[in-house]
């Protein structure tokens, strides 16, 4: 709360430096918690096998849920239910081997129960059709949207949606192009700013659109870049998609915050992104606002089973 009072009371320019200096230790604090989960992938495939109705029921939703639930490590509950708190510097967790069957109901059920235990309830946007994930044949190489087959720039989630989306879940089915998903740290963003220009940047207001996502119309809104919340403590919301309808998804309020906003853009070839492990079983839940997201271009050439070639899940929504 430290940086917004320090602004709102005077907004003295000198403090941009002060301001610059605090985000930037809050950031340093963010962490990616990665884990080989087998132990309990073995223990769902056993659950999966005697399971005689194998459908995607709420009541088989439920009944894993619990079941993950007793099984998983204490010390695993507490992480997974303190992703993107402010206390505790995890800003997401990626498990992997949580199942190992190429099968659409049993990822849809994992994905539900865990998406439940991490607390992130996913807001169905009747414009959107967000759940499942798959490279759109029809479609041919779009970029920044992720049923399309070319690249995803670094990006959080629905920013232009007047709710924050700060959790969002996502589920390997199956991808035979072995695509991985990419993490950027906002830490690793901001690190080629001097304080006062992070100061600056954080203190500004951007307009954020809607893409190639949302059917039939555009939705805008501009906020703050940088979020404050009472739980989540600090991020900024960024979003360096490029849509090849609307363009830029992110317009800063003026050249000061655009030039900033480039040179950040500029650095981001020069980051190493953490990368998910792209195969069946792999569950990641995120901050959505504290860390961004995204992937490389999929390769037309080992789509070889069309749509079917590449199946996630993803949840977004509120904590
Ligand atoms: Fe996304």
């Given at each position: ?40 992938g073995l223990m769902i495939e056993d659950w999966w096998a005697q ?127 072995a695509t991985p998903t990419w993490f950027w740290f906002q830490k ?87 990368a998910s492990k792209p195969s069946t079983g792999s569950v990641g ?35």
């Amino acid at each position: 709360m430290y940086i917004q009072e320090l602004w709102s009371e005077n907004r003295d320019v000198s403090h941009l430096e002060i301001i610059g200096s605090l985000l930037r230790k809050e950031l340093q604090k963010h962490r990616v918690v990665r884990k080989d989960m087998s132990y309990l992938g073995l223990m769902i495939e056993d659950w999966w096998a005697q399971l005689s109705n194998k459908d995607c029921s709420n009541r088989n939703i439920n009944q894993l849920r619990q079941f993950i639930e007793k099984n998983l490590l204490p010390q695993e509950l507490v992480v997974i239910r303190s992703i993107g708190l402010e206390t505790s510097g995890v800003v997401g967790v990626l498990y992997e081997n949580l199942f190992n069957t190429e099968d659409r109901n049993l990822a849809f059920l994992v994905h539900e129960a865990m998406t439940h235990i991490a607390g992130v309830l996913d807001i169905q946007y009747p414009y959107e059709d967000h759940k499942e994930i798959f490279p759109k044949q029809d479609q041919g190489i779009v970029t920044d949207w992720d049923k399309g087959y070319g690249i995803i720039r670094p990006h959080s989630d629905g920013i232009y949606e007047g709710r924050d989306i700060s959790g969002i879940c996502l589920t390997v089915c199956k991808d035979i192009s072995a695509t991985p998903t990419w993490f950027w740290f906002q830490k690793d963003i901001v690190k080629e700013l001097t304080d006062d220009d992070l100061g600056y940047l954080a203190m500004s207001r951007a307009t954020y659109i809607s893409g190639t996502n949302v059917e039939d119309k555009v939705i805008k809104s501009t906020k703050p870049i940088l979020r404050i919340d009472e739980r989540e403590g600090i991020s900024l919301r960024l979003d360096f998609r490029i849509d090849d309808a609307v363009g830029p998804r992110m317009q800063l309020q003026d050249e000061r915050a655009q030039r900033i906003f480039d040179k950040m853009r500029a650095s981001l070839k020069t980051i190493k992104p953490t990368a998910s492990k792209p195969s069946t079983g792999s569950v990641g839940i995120l901050a959505n606002l504290k860390i961004l997201h995204g992937r490389g271009p999929l390769d037309f050439n080992l789509l070889s089973e069309g749509e079917n070639s590449r199946i996630l899940f993803r949840s977004k929504g509120i904590r």
